[in-house]
Every structure is written in C-alpha cells, then in structure tokens.
C-alpha cells in the first residue's frame, strides 16, 4: 500500500472502490478455489487460497505501443491493486499472431515499468519461484482454451460451421431481424467434434471452418448470436510458434484468461459492455463443465479516456509511423508512453493527470491543458532552473575591455531553485559577448516594450545593469548585433546594485561559456480538437515541431536525459534521450510555462 499523499493510490471516490470494498466486505473471493491445472501455463497464477485478496490485470494487446488511453488503465488496475492490498497481472493479449511483435511485448513492459508498476509484476509473495511474476501470456492458455472449446462442443454448446464469410454475415441479420440459421448448426456433437479437430490438426484451409457458440440467433446483442470462438489460420506465433495453425477468437480467449488467472474485477472501457452477457455465458458453462471454479471474473466497464488534440488508437499512431509523418512511435510529438517520456512527461504527471480525469460511466473529452497542468504541477518544485537562449544574437559591451580588462570574466550565481535555497546556487560567467533572445532588442520599440532599445536600460538576470547603444543589421535588415555598455557597480546581489531602477529583466547566457545546443519546440500534434473522425491531413497539424539551434548554462553539459529543467521564461525541458542523438545536446521541450495554444 502507498501512502495517501502518493499519486498512485485511487484516491477519488469512483463506483469501482464502492464495487471492490462491498466485495471486501462481503468476502466476495474469500472461498475461491482454482481452476485449470499445471501445464496449461495457468500455474503461473496458481497458488495457495488466496483469501482476502482482489486481483485485477492490465491486457493489452502487443499489436503496438502504448498511448496515453493505457496509461488510464494501468493507473487504474495497479493502483486499486496496491490500494486495497491485491495484486495486477501484466497480461499480453497475444491471441492474433499477425499483428503482433516481440518489439511490442518489449515497448509495453519497458512503459508498465516506467509508470512506476514494475514491483506489482516483478515479485509475488504469494508465488515463491514463479518465473515471470505477474506477467502473463493468453499464449499460455492455447492448451486449455482448445480443452474448453471441445469441451463447449461435446457438451452442445459449439458448433464447426463451414459457411463463407460471406454467407456467414449475411446470416447473422441486423437489430431488426433475426439471424438464420447455419446449416451446419444442427450437427451432432460428435460430427462437431470430429470437425474442430480436423481444425486442428490442419486438415482445414484457412478461413474454411470457424467454430461457433450454440446461443441465440434472435438475441437483441448481436455478440450472442453465435459468436465465432476459434478461426484457422496459418500464422507463426512470437510465443508458440507454428504449435497451433487455430487460434482463439478475442471474446473467447479473454474471459478464460481473466477466469484462469483468478482475476476478480476485469475492469475495461465502455465498449466491451455489450459483450459482457457473452463473458458471463462463456465462464457459467466452463464451471458447469468443471473446467474452472467459482466464483467467476467479473467484468466492469468505464468510459474511455479521451483528449482533445490526442488520437488515442493503436491503428492511426501506427498509421502516423508508418506514413513516416512522425519519427517513430516515440516521437516527442506521439501520445504513446515512449513519446511522452522522451518529451519530458513524468509518471508523476500522468498518474495525477489519469486520477484527476475521474473513472466514470459518462464518456467525454478532457481538455489537453489539463495534461499540460498536471505537467508543469509535478515539474516546477522538482526543475532544476537554468537560462537558455532559444533564438539567439549577439550582444557585446563596448565598454568591457575598458571597465573590466580584456578577456575577463565575471562569475555570475542564480539558485538552482528559488523556492528550495538549499539545493544551491548555480554558477556562469559574464564577459564582453553574450547571447540573448533575438526578440529582446527592438530597433523601434512598441509602447510598454522595456526590453533592448537604444537609449533604454535593461538588467541581464542575475547580472549587470547594460543601456543599450544599438545594432548592425546585416544586407537583409536583419538584426546582426546588438551592442550596449555595463553600468558600473550594478552587478545583481552587490550592495547598492538595486540602486538602479530598470523596468526590464533579460535572460542570456555567456558567449564564452554557454554550451550550443538544438532545441526543438512541440506543439499539438493534431490541430483537430476531436480527432480520428476525419482526414488525417486536415487534423495534422503542420507546425507540431520547431527547430532552433540555441544556446544553454554550461552546467547543461552534465543534463541527464529524464532530468528536466525549466528554462527561465521558455517552459520545461529534457535533454533528448533517443539513440539518434546521443552524444549530441538536444533539448525537448515538454510544455511552455503556461498554455499558449491558440493565443
Ligand atoms: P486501441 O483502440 O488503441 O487499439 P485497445 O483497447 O485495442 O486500444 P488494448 O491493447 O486491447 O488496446 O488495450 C488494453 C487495455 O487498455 C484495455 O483494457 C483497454 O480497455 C484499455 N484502453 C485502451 N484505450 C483506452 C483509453 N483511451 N482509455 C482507457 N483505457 C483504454
Ligand atoms: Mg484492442
């Protein structure tokens, strides 16, 4: 259990807590045996009576990377696990061998673990010895799953039907009328069961034969009408290999999962409610079979998260990659958790994001400042503060060689925090060059501009009072130098420094010392504000990334990558962390200091 000031725990009231602690109360799980046997691969979550326990399980499907939508769902499976003292399987949902890849296994368990869930699967008390924890595979279960379905069929619950496709959807009717039935339906449970494995054993084509649950072909849910269970298809699995040339549908192959693994809340979004009276049928003939014990998973739904400018589907991130619109699934612009955290997102931020958009049964979109906020919330006691010059141009002090003496340096000291005075002070050097923002000089100055202008004085932060004299543009007009000359005696944190008045502040950095550097600036990726309905030309947004070559505080030659720092008046930043640029200084920004988008 986390403590209560700890962003992970569930805090906010939602139906789920109310659902788990009546469970707990009533002892809902307290008599659960165990169903399947060693060898189906379930042993991994075998165990002694496992009482007061909940068990909850994050199931994705390895088929990409994860978004911020999973992030949603892990948060909520691990933290009500760690909350109310159960535990979270990591499962991967790896029924579909075509789409799915071992880089996708790899990416999902690198970002459960980078959310701060790696212990949840890492080590269970209650396994001694179990080799993965609380990872699990569907893959595992192909055993008993192909028991279950011979099962449903001897018992007349399934049935091998040889219709095409075609025929197949034609069949299954619409809200308005009734499916009709196979020809194949009326098949007696040997002939059936003759048929599932020829299946098997690959005497079938692919897409001959599928078997199908003997339900109701006139239910008003359409996932009752016959549901398919098993298809043939030669495929090699990442885990089984070429073992199995039939796999398990989704619905079929999930509540057995959840059922084998003694799941007790199967907690999912909102569009798999219509397949609950599927789920429930499924797992009450498998424990009236004797095939597993109750009492059964049950499953839960809640609305999914939505973001506004954030495509939050596995299918169009994968059609950004693939398109090549985006550098890769984790592209700081990418809402996948490999983009987030290469663009400076804490699992701090996202936890507190993910709790504050509530668990709820309403849908609804959650406006991308939000995400930013919780961002720049968990950033700004934690960043390190640093001065960076994004746009830069020369300033040089006329005077300098005469005041200070040539080649001088004078060292220059600025809190490493200003609200936390014992994490230090940071040190930089000012000399006779220094770079600052191109957009702090004006050669005509608009009202209320304080800035560089000539005649006007300015304070470089943590530095010396300079009036500014004026500027070289260069043949295209464009500003090429700005020059000005040091004040005497009105260096910041001397006594009598303040003594001069000035209305503007400055950042900059030394010419002679500032570590060059590129940095490249995000925005929205998708303009859209609901996006994934429409053309993804028209959502894109053209201008999600711009690159400039800058220049930061030397001490920046030490920035981990992870490690973000805040920019005194350009937001929040993290050195890039992608193979692509190691050795070299990129910076990400993860978000300005306040939300600027559309102003
Ligand atoms: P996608 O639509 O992007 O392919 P998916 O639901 O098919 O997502 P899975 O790998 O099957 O992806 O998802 C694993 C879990 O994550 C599921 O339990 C699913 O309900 C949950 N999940 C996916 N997207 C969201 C979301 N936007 N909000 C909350 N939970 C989500
Ligand atoms: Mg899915």
């Given at each position: 259990?986390?403590?209560?000031?700890?962003?992970?725990?569930?805090?906010?009231?939602?139906?789920?807590?109310?659902?788990?602690?009546?469970?707990?109360?009533?002892?809902?799980?307290?008599?659960?045996?165990?169903?399947?046997?060693?060898?189906?691969?379930?042993?991994?979550?075998?165990?002694?009576?496992?009482?007061?326990?909940?068990?909850?399980?994050?199931?994705?499907?390895?088929?990409?990377?994860?978004?911020?939508?999973?992030?949603?769902?892990?948060?909520?499976?691990?933290?009500?696990?760690?909350?109310?003292?159960?535990?979270?399987?990591?499962?991967?949902?790896?029924?579909?061998?075509?789409?799915?890849?071992?880089?996708?296994?790899?990416?999902?368990?690198?970002?459960?673990?980078?959310?701060?869930?790696?212990?949840?699967?890492?080590?269970?008390?209650?396994?001694?010895?179990?080799?993965?924890?609380?990872?699990?595979?569907?893959?595992?279960?192909?055993?008993?799953?192909?028991?279950?379905?011979?099962?449903?069929?001897?018992?007349?619950?399934?049935?091998?039907?040889?219709?095409?496709?075609?025929?197949?959807?034609?069949?299954?009717?619409?809200?308005?009328?009734?499916?009709?039935?196979?020809?194949?339906?009326?098949?007696?449970?040997?002939?059936?069961?003759?048929?599932?494995?020829?299946?098997?054993?690959?005497?079938?084509?692919?897409?001959?034969?599928?078997?199908?649950?003997?339900?109701?072909?006139?239910?008003?849910?359409?996932?009752?009408?016959?549901?398919?269970?098993?298809?043939?298809?030669?495929?090699?699995?990442?885990?089984?290999?070429?073992?199995?040339?039939?796999?398990?549908?989704?619905?079929?192959?999930?509540?057995?999962?959840?059922?084998?693994?003694?799941?007790?809340?199967?907690?999912?979004?909102?569009?798999?409610?219509?397949?609950?009276?599927?789920?429930?049928?499924?797992?009450?003939?498998?424990?009236?079979?004797?095939?597993?014990?109750?009492?059964?998973?049950?499953?839960?739904?809640?609305?999914?998260?939505?973001?506004?400018?954030?495509?939050?589907?596995?299918?169009?991130?994968?059609?950004?990659?693939?398109?090549?619109?985006?550098?890769?699934?984790?592209?700081?612009?990418?809402?996948?958790?490999?983009?987030?955290?290469?663009?400076?997102?804490?699992?701090?931020?996202?936890?507190?994001?993910?709790?504050?958009?509530?668990?709820?049964?309403?849908?609804?979109?959650?406006?991308?400042?939000?995400?930013?906020?919780?961002?720049?919330?968990?950033?700004?006691?934690?960043?390190?503060?640093?001065?960076?010059?994004?746009?830069?141009?020369?300033?040089?002090?006329?005077?300098?060689?005469?005041?200070?003496?040539?080649?001088?340096?004078?060292?220059?000291?600025?809190?490493?925090?200003?609200?936390?005075?014992?994490?230090?002070?940071?040190?930089?050097?000012?000399?006779?060059?220094?770079?600052?923002?191109?957009?702090?000089?004006?050669?005509?100055?608009?009202?209320?501009?304080?800035?560089?202008?000539?005649?006007?004085?300015?304070?470089?932060?943590?530095?010396?009072?300079?009036?500014?004299?004026?500027?070289?543009?260069?043949?295209?007009?464009?500003?090429?130098?700005?020059?000005?000359?040091?004040?005497?005696?009105?260096?910041?944190?001397?006594?009598?420094?303040?003594?001069?008045?000035?209305?503007?502040?400055?950042?900059?950095?030394?010419?002679?010392?500032?570590?060059?550097?590129?940095?490249?600036?995000?925005?929205?990726?998708?303009?859209?504000?609901?996006?994934?309905?429409?053309?993804?030309?028209?959502?894109?947004?053209?201008?999600?990334?711009?690159?400039?070559?800058?220049?930061?505080?030397?001490?920046?030659?030490?920035?981990?990558?992870?490690?973000?720092?805040?920019?005194?008046?350009?937001?929040?930043?993290?050195?890039?962390?992608?193979?692509?640029?190691?050795?070299?200084f990129v910076f990400n920004r993860a978000c300005g200091l306040r939300d600027s988008w559309g102003k």
């Open positions: 259990m986390t403590s209560s000031a700890d962003t992970d725990s569930a805090k906010t009231s939602n139906f789920l807590r109310h659902v788990i602690e009546n469970d707990l109360a009533q002892g809902t799980y307290a008599s659960r045996g165990w169903g399947g046997s060693p060898g189906d691969g379930a042993h991994h979550a075998a165990g002694m009576a496992d009482p007061a326990r909940i068990r909850t399980r994050f199931p994705p499907e390895p088929n990409g990377y994860l978004h911020l939508g999973h992030a949603k769902s892990i948060w909520l499976n691990f933290s009500l696990a760690r909350e109310y003292g159960g535990v979270c399987h990591l499962r991967f949902d790896d029924t579909n061998p075509e789409k799915e890849e071992q880089e996708f296994v790899d990416a999902i368990r690198d970002a459960v673990r980078w959310l701060g869930y790696d212990t949840d699967f890492a080590d269970d008390p209650m396994q001694p010895g179990a080799l993965r924890g609380h990872e699990y595979f569907a893959s595992d279960y192909f055993d008993f799953m192909y028991r279950a379905a011979e099962y449903l069929v001897q018992a007349g619950h399934a049935y091998v039907d040889e219709q095409s496709a075609e025929q197949m959807r034609a069949n299954r009717g619409d809200f308005s009328t009734p499916g009709t039935p196979s020809p194949y339906r009326s098949r007696t449970p040997a002939e059936n069961l003759a048929r599932l494995r020829a299946m098997r054993a690959g005497e079938l084509a692919d897409g001959a034969a599928v078997l199908r649950a003997k339900i109701d072909l006139a239910s008003p849910n359409i996932n009752l009408r016959d549901p398919a269970l098993y298809r043939i298809r030669r495929a090699t699995h990442h885990n089984t290999g070429d073992a199995w040339c039939i796999y398990p549908m989704y619905t079929f192959a999930h509540p057995i999962e959840d059922a084998l693994e003694r799941i007790t809340h199967s907690i999912c979004t909102l569009e798999f409610e219509d397949q609950r009276p599927f789920y429930d049928w499924l797992l009450e003939r498998l424990s009236e079979g004797g095939l597993l014990q109750a009492p059964p998973p049950h499953q839960y739904e809640f609305a999914r998260l939505n973001v506004t400018h954030v495509l939050t589907s596995k299918r169009k991130l994968r059609q950004l990659v693939e398109e090549g619109r985006v550098d890769g699934w984790d592209d700081p612009r990418m809402p996948t958790l490999a983009g987030l955290r290469r663009r400076g997102y804490t699992p701090e931020a996202l936890k507190l994001f993910c709790e504050r958009s509530g668990v709820t049964k309403a849908g609804g979109w959650i406006d991308y400042a939000s995400l930013e906020t919780a961002l720049r919330e968990t950033l700004d006691p934690a960043a390190p503060r640093a001065m960076a010059v994004l746009d830069p141009v020369k300033l040089v002090i006329t005077n300098w060689d005469a005041l200070m003496g040539a080649g001088v340096l004078d060292a220059c000291r600025a809190p490493v925090h200003p609200h936390a005075p014992e994490r230090g002070q940071r040190q930089f050097h000012f000399g006779r060059e220094l770079w600052i923002e191109r957009s702090d000089y004006e050669q005509n100055p608009p009202k209320g501009y304080h800035r560089l202008y000539p005649g006007n004085k300015v304070r470089l932060k943590y530095g010396h009072v300079v009036e500014c004299t004026g500027a070289t543009l260069d043949a295209q007009g464009r500003v090429s130098q700005v020059q000005a000359v040091l004040i005497p005696d009105t260096k910041s944190g001397t006594p009598g420094a303040d003594a001069i008045k000035v209305k503007g502040v400055i950042t900059w950095v030394g010419a002679h010392d500032a570590l060059a550097c590129e940095l490249r600036l995000y925005e929205r990726l998708l303009r859209a504000e609901q996006p994934g309905s429409g053309e993804l030309d028209a959502e894109l947004n053209p201008d999600s990334l711009r690159v400039t070559q800058g220049y930061v505080e030397p001490a920046l030659a030490s920035a981990a990558p992870g490690t973000a720092y805040q920019f005194e008046r350009h937001g929040y930043f993290v050195r890039d962390a992608s193979a692509k640029t190691a050795g070299q």
